[in-house]
Each structure stands twice: as C-alpha cells, then as structure tokens.
C-alpha cells in the first residue's frame, strides 16, 4: 500500500506512458537503441532515488547499472495489463536499492542509526537543493508535491519515509526506533490518507 501511494507520486510526475510502453516493447524486441532512450528518460530520477536509499555515490552508480541491465534481461516480464513501465522500473531499482541495504557486506559498511530524529535516517522525498531527482522534473510539478509533503506532520513524514526507503515493515520501525507499534501504525495510516486526499485534488486540477 505505502509503495503503490508513492509511486503514484512518482507517476504523476512523469509525462509520457504512451512512449515508455513503446520503448518497452521495443525492448522486448531486443531493440538496444530503445534500451539507451530509456535511461536518457530515467537515469537520473533512478540515480537520485537510489542514491536516496543507499546514501552512498558508489553503490548508486553500481545500481543504476544493475537496473538498467536487469530491465533488458527481464523486459518480457513487463505486463502492460498490471501497471506503467515507470511503476515496473521504480519497483525494480528500489528492490535492488534495498536488497543491498539488506546485505551482509553493507551492513557491515555501515552504522544504522537508532532515532528517527537523526538526519541520517531522514531521506527527503523532496529536497530544495539541486540533485537528480529534482532536476529531472518539472519545477511547478515538484513544487506541488513539495507543498503536499509539508501538509504532513514530520512524524508522520518520517515514518513513511524510513519504512519506503528502509524497507522496514511497521514492527521493524517500532522496535528499530523504540515507538510503539501502534503509534506507528497509525502515523503511517495518517500520512497516507492525508497524502491520498491532497493528491487526489491535485490530479483532479
């Protein structure tokens, strides 16, 4: 549920379904040339959501492509009839972004944070700095979904964020962070509905 909410947000940030399904299909096809628009389309809001989640250049870079070389590998894997390609695409980099994460070797590599108030553990859906993924949409677009994330309250925020970007289930955030679950839980329902509701007037416009 949390991840078809933000990948909704995603959607609506992106323009053109009609040209990802053919590009897809040309993929399919074997078609190497469809493959390369692809990635000049997506590369850098793929490389600013997986660097959003790994928090480190390298192992973004090394992800961004593994993506794009399972995409071409396993292209006949996406159904037209269950989703957009640009849903298909974000799933498969943040699985990839978060099966490292999940990894021995990363772990290892890095310290987990134990409070949601530490900048470490706040990954910004939306940032007013420059960095790909802002760049890679359009500014009144972005502006938009900025002003519907400050809608949410912070702890509501955070949570969706850590449990999106993480990869944490609810009781994974309750004992991680020290909150009870049902307190996450109902921050988490909080924030998604309130997200739900702006969103929705936003693509009514």
């Known amino acids: 549920m949390l991840f078809s909410?933000?990948?909704?947000?995603?959607?609506?940030?992106?323009?053109?379904?009609?040209?990802?399904?053919?590009?897809?299909?040309?993929?399919?096809?074997?078609?190497?040339?469809?493959?390369?628009?692809?990635?000049?389309?997506?590369?850098?809001?793929?490389?600013?959501?997986?660097?959003?989640?790994?928090?480190?250049?390298?192992?973004?870079?090394?992800?961004i492509q593994e993506v794009f070389t399972t995409i071409w590998q396993k292209a006949d894997q996406f159904d037209t009839n269950r989703g957009t390609a640009y849903t298909w695409i974000v799933s498969l980099s943040r699985n990839k972004a978060i099966d490292r994460l999940r990894s021995k070797v990363y772990k290892e590599q890095k310290k987990q944070s134990t409070s949601l108030d530490d900048d470490d553990v706040f990954h910004p859906l939306y940032s007013d700095a420059n960095d790909p993924l802002e760049d890679s949409i359009h500014s009144d677009r972005a502006q938009?979904?900025?002003?519907?994330?400050?809608?949410?309250?912070?702890?509501?925020?955070?949570?969706?964020?850590?449990?999106?970007?993480?990869?944490?289930?609810?009781?994974?955030?309750?004992?991680?962070y020290d909150i009870p679950l049902g307190t996450v839980k109902t921050r988490m329902r909080d924030g998604m509905i309130k997200l739900r509701e702006i969103l929705s007037k936003e693509l009514a416009q």
Do not use: P, W
């Open 5 to 63: 909410l933000l990948a909704a947000i995603g959607k609506y940030l992106t323009k053109d379904e009609e040209r990802d399904r053919e590009l897809m299909s040309r993929i399919k096809a074997r078609d190497a040339e469809a493959l390369s628009e692809l990635y000049d389309h997506y590369h850098r809001l793929l490389f600013g959501l997986l660097l959003t989640i790994v928090k480190k250049r390298e192992e973004a870079e090394d992800l």
């Open 144 to 176: 938009r979904l900025h002003k519907a994330l400050e809608k949410i309250s912070d702890k509501q925020k955070k949570v969706l964020q850590v449990a999106y970007f993480n990869g944490m289930s609810q009781s994974e955030i309750a004992d991680e």
